[in-house]
């Protein structure tokens, strides 16, 4: 089943993990927003409000994709500077938001608040927090190692569910991942960005030894998940 078929109930969000790196759509129980789309048909992306594009590099950016998702939803598109820019003359400048740390955007009642990323690599790359008009936040960390800041994001967001970088990117390890979820201290911390399932499993194991109050969530990739906030 699609994800467009199913809407979350009140104090629920729905997500997909669809590749094997940061790509995530997020439905609330308004809007679906997408995250770094690339390794996606854009006809499985056929009722989107935002694009949300972390950093330029062509596991997170794919502009001619972005653009064919735009065409069909006619979606707003939103991100990093470096991305902004290669995306410019492919989306309407009505529709393409530039974000730095610490700007924030507004789908209706749903928040984008973009934050500090560590993904030296990159360019300008950021991070997303995503709050539902029913206040459950979402921190995707794209392929973010930790960093201090990370703590204090945690403490100003409370976040319910955070997306822990475990493999792939330089210096990223599900031992780094768990140290995000030890930062952010979320509800429901979910391992992503790795093709191997050992790198989701070794989270799973270090997360309930150093973190048993923490639920993990060991996602398949396209299959529907349902997290509800604790209310």
């Known amino acids: 089943m699609s994800i467009e ?4 109930s009140k104090n629920e969000i729905l997500f ?3 590749n094997r790196y940061a790509g995530v759509t997020i439905k609330t129980p308004s809007k679906t927003l997408v995250i770094d789309p690339v390794d996606v048909k854009p006809r499985n992306l056929k009722k989107v409000d935002a694009v949300l594009i972390t950093h330029e590099h062509y596991d997170h950016l794919d502009q001619p994709l972005v653009s064919e998702i735009h065409k069909l939803t006619q979606c707003e598109v939103v991100a990093d500077p470096t991305s902004a820019k290669r995306l410019q003359n492919l989306i309407p400048p009505e529709k393409l938001r530039e974000v730095h740390p610490g700007s924030e955007v507004k789908f209706g009642e749903v928040s984008v608040k973009a ?3 560590n993904h030296p690599p ?3 790359p950021v991070t997303f927090i995503i709050t539902s008009e029913d206040g459950v936040k979402v ?4 392929d973010s190692i930790p960093f201090p800041e990370m703590a204090t994001i945690g403490e100003r967001e409370k976040p319910d569910i955070v ?6 990117a330089p210096g990223a390890s599900p031992e780094t991942g768990v140290e995000i979820a030890r930062l952010t201290k979320p509800k429901v911390a979910v391992p992503y960005h790795t093709g191997l399932t050992e790198d989701l499993k070794k989270f799973a194991e270090l997360l309930e030894k150093n ?6 969530l060991i996602p398949e990739v396209n299959k529907i998940y349902q997290v509800s906030k604790k209310v």
């Open 5 to 8: 078929m199913k809407t979350p």
């Open 16 to 18: 997909v993990w669809f």
């Open 115 to 117: 934050e500090t990323s």
């Open 122 to 124: 990159a360019a300008t």
């Open 139 to 142: 921190y995707h960390t794209a």
């Open 163 to 168: 997306f822990c970088t475990v493999g792939i």
């Open 211 to 216: 973190m048993p109050n923490v639920t993990c």
